[in-house]
């Protein structure tokens, strides 16, 4: 081939065969793990984690209007489906195709103009013609300018940087002072066969997915798990069913969760490395009174199998009935269990991370993680003030915005309540969310006095995210840039595949909580274009 010969990397989408410019491509790789991102354009089907960076992922067929599919990711997927990376604006963009078909090298005068249209194709989209392919060359900025909006080109924050939203100081400690002048204690509420238990938010470092398999300690005792593996560090398990003596038959359920929980600042425990407790699932965050978390009564405190245990928190308030008692943990207790395991590193570098957390080093930050239409958001631990369960009935409230689903009385306090499908323009949920095994929650979200409550599937938990972590979201329309601007990126421990170390990956939407507080901003994001 003569000097002066132009490269394309050519792909088949259906019937069509297609030439994207080498020098626009960065990568050819197999179909990724996709997560969808609302309030999209049609054609995309998703965000991919490339080299720990969030990329918008197009359907190549949808955004050329060959291809018709129900929604984003229906298309289904085959052995030879690649995803295209090319570079947008100064932001990674992936176009998935059927198959890549090779690389052609052609002279310029073996390209002929397009005149009309091409195979069903926009002439607007075209390039040109490649005689030696034959194949049709896209003009990628205008392909992705007309998914993506004009204003799709967003501000390359460096990664390390990124800041959180305005509005909300850090709450190092997860407890508020309300409206009522009660400085609140916040729960994390966890299940463990039928049974509730919690701990204090500020001794919760993250929550994690349970590992398929535990190293087990010889000759240790039977609440005494083992290990897991979690980021190249080493964290002792301790299980509450045989600490307390409950059924053994849903030890090995899929769903389980392990809350990492971490020594308390400025006790003795302070230098000790995270213990986990294996749990069934991750239930509710309460901000309770601290009168209506009672000591155990002294006749069961004698008794060895309550010595784990702080106290005893009535749920839904201090008189009538009371529904729901839950079992407060002591977390130093954990870590005396954790000990026995090896976990008390006694020094930093040799248990799961150093002595002190991340986030007091300024090297994190901490986000309530929640599950929506299968995938996961996060919104700041400060931003938060509760996580409740789903009601199963919702007052409804006349000429409201049609993504309010209603109101209700929180202490008090009238509530309303935003559908975050149908805020995202996400489908709605196959059962009756207030019912069934996976029962929705209600986050509260509350700043100077503003509360409003976000009805979602269920919750993850806790997460710590080191700010290396925490980039920019990518921008795929107007309406997603005022809600979700920000995306980390990290890996859940597991070994399926699909990020750096042979994690899989995992994405995080981020929340702007400043933007859900604001009605007349929620009302027009829904007019505005997507």
Same mark, same amino acid.
């Given at each position: 081939?003569?000097?002066?010969?132009?490269?394309?990397?050519?792909?088949?989408?259906?019937?069509?065969?297609? +030439?994207?410019?080498?020098?626009?491509?960065?990568?050819?790789?197999?179909? @990724?793990?996709?997560?969808?991102?609302?309030?999209?354009? @049609?054609?995309?089907?998703?965000?991919?984690?490339?080299?720990?960076?969030?990329?918008?992922?197009?359907?190549?067929?949808?955004?050329?209007?060959?291809?018709?599919?129900?929604?984003?990711?229906?298309?289904?997927?085959?052995?030879?489906?690649?995803?295209?990376?090319?570079?947008?604006?100064?932001?990674?963009?992936?176009?998935?195709?059927? +198959?890549?078909?090779?690389?052609?090298?052609?002279?310029?005068?073996?390209? /002929?103009?397009?005149?009309?249209?091409?195979?069903?194709?926009?002439?607007?989209?075209?390039?040109?013609?490649?005689? /030696?392919?034959? #194949?049709?060359? !896209?003009?990628?900025?205008?392909?992705?300018?007309?998914?993506?909006?004009?204003?799709? &080109?967003?501000?390359?924050?460096?990664?390390?940087?990124?800041?959180?939203?305005?509005?909300?100081?850090?709450?190092?400690?997860?407890?508020?002072?309300?409206?009522?002048?009660?400085?609140?204690?916040?729960?994390?509420?966890?299940?463990?066969?039928?049974?509730?238990?919690?701990?204090?938010?500020?001794?919760?470092?993250?929550?994690?997915?349970?590992?398929?398999?535990?190293?087990?300690?010889?000759?240790?005792?039977?609440?005494?798990?083992?290990?897991?593996?979690?980021?190249?560090? !080493?964290?002792?398990?301790?299980?509450?069913?045989?600490?307390?003596?409950?059924?053994?038959?849903?030890?090995?359920?899929?769903?389980?969760?392990?809350?990492?929980?971490?020594?308390?600042?400025?006790?003795?425990?302070?230098?000790?490395?995270?213990?986990?407790?294996?749990?069934?699932?991750?239930?509710?965050?309460?901000?309770?009174?601290? #009168?209506?978390?009672?000591?155990?009564?002294?006749?069961?405190?004698?008794?060895?199998?309550? &010595?784990?245990?702080?106290?005893?928190?009535?749920?839904?308030?201090?008189?009538?009935? *009371?529904?729901?008692?839950?079992? *407060?943990?002591?977390?130093?207790?954990?870590?005396?269990?954790?000990? +026995?395991?090896?976990?008390?590193?006694?020094?930093?570098?040799?248990?799961?991370?150093?002595?002190?957390?991340?986030?007091?080093?300024?090297?994190?930050?901490?986000?309530?993680?929640?599950?929506? #239409?299968?995938?996961?958001?996060?919104? @700041?631990?400060?931003?938060?003030?509760?996580?409740?369960?789903?009601?199963?009935?919702?007052?409804?409230?006349? $000429?409201?915005?049609?993504?309010?689903?209603?109101?209700?009385?929180?202490?008090?306090?009238?509530?309303?309540?935003?559908?975050?499908?149908?805020?995202?323009?996400?489908?709605?949920?196959?059962? $009756?969310?207030?019912?069934? @095994?996976?029962?929705?929650?209600? *986050?509260?979200?509350?700043?100077?006095?503003?509360?409003?409550?976000?009805?979602?599937?269920?919750?993850?938990?806790?997460?710590?995210?080191?700010?290396?972590?925490?980039?920019?979201?990518?921008?795929?329309?107007? #309406?997603?840039?005022?809600?979700?601007?920000?995306?980390?990126?990290? /890996?859940?421990?597991?070994?399926?595949?699909?990020?750096? $170390?042979?994690?899989?990956?995992?994405?995080? !939407?981020?929340?702007?909580?400043?933007?859900?507080?604001?009605?007349?901003?929620?009302? /027009?994001?829904?007019?505005?274009?997507?």
């Amino acid at each position: 081939m003569a000097d002066g010969a132009l490269a394309f990397v050519t792909v088949a989408v259906g019937d069509l065969r297609l +030439a994207l410019p080498l020098a626009a491509v960065r990568a050819v790789i197999r179909l @990724p793990e996709l997560v969808r991102i609302p309030l999209g354009p @049609p054609g995309l089907d998703g965000l991919a984690q490339w080299h720990g960076e969030a990329v918008p992922v197009l359907d190549l067929g949808t955004a050329l209007g060959t291809r018709v599919s129900g929604r984003p990711g229906d298309v289904p997927a085959t052995r030879e489906t690649r995803v295209v990376l090319v570079g947008h604006r100064g932001q990674p963009v992936g176009l998935r195709v059927d +198959a890549m078909a090779g690389i052609l090298r052609t002279a310029p005068d073996r390209i /002929d103009p397009v005149t009309q249209e091409e195979g069903g194709l926009d002439p607007v989209l075209l390039d040109g013609l490649l005689r /030696d392919g034959p #194949a049709t060359i !896209l003009k990628l900025d205008v392909l992705i300018d007309r998914q993506f909006g004009d204003g799709a &080109e967003t501000e390359r924050t460096d990664r390390g940087t990124a800041s959180a939203p305005a509005g909300f100081a850090a709450a190092p400690d997860g407890n508020t002072a309300s409206a009522d002048g009660f400085d609140r204690q916040a729960l994390l509420v966890f299940g463990v066969a039928g049974q509730e238990f919690a701990l204090p938010v500020d001794r919760v470092r993250e929550v994690l997915p349970a590992p398929r398999e535990v190293a087990r300690m010889a000759r240790a005792k039977a609440h005494l798990l083992g290990v897991m593996a979690v980021r190249d560090r !080493l964290l002792p398990l301790v299980g509450l069913r045989a600490l307390f003596g409950l059924d053994a038959a849903g030890e090995q359920a899929a769903g389980r969760r392990v809350v990492v929980v971490r020594a308390g600042l400025g006790t003795a425990g302070g230098g000790q490395a995270p213990v986990g407790v294996l749990v069934d699932e991750v239930r509710e965050i309460l901000r309770l009174d601290p #009168a209506l978390i009672d000591p155990v009564p002294p006749l069961l405190a004698r008794e060895p199998e309550f &010595e784990d245990l702080d106290g005893i928190a009535r749920a839904d308030g201090g008189s009538g009935a *009371v529904r729901r008692l839950v079992s *407060v943990l002591s977390a130093e207790r954990l870590f005396r269990h954790g000990a +026995a395991i090896g976990g008390d590193s006694g020094g930093e570098g040799s248990g799961m991370e150093p002595a002190r957390p991340a986030e007091e080093n300024g090297g994190g930050e901490r986000f309530v993680v929640f599950r929506l #239409a299968g995938a996961e958001y996060g919104l @700041p631990v400060s931003a938060v003030r509760e996580v409740l369960r789903r009601p199963d009935a919702i007052t409804p409230l006349p $000429n409201a915005p049609d993504f309010v689903a209603g109101v209700l009385s929180l202490r008090g306090e009238v509530l309303p309540l935003i559908d975050q499908r149908r805020l995202l323009n996400l489908p709605a949920a196959a059962t $009756n969310p207030a019912s069934g @095994p996976e029962r929705g929650r209600v *986050v509260v979200v509350g700043r100077d006095g503003l509360l409003v409550g976000l009805l979602v599937d269920g919750l993850s938990g806790l997460l710590t995210v080191p700010a290396g972590r925490i980039g920019p979201a990518p921008a795929v329309s107007a #309406a997603q840039r005022r809600l979700i601007r920000r995306v980390a990126t990290l /890996d859940d421990g597991s070994k399926d595949g699909g990020s750096r $170390n042979g994690a899989r990956a995992r994405m995080i !939407l981020l929340m702007d909580a400043d933007s859900l507080l604001d009605m007349d901003r929620l009302a /027009d994001l829904r007019l505005a274009p997507q």
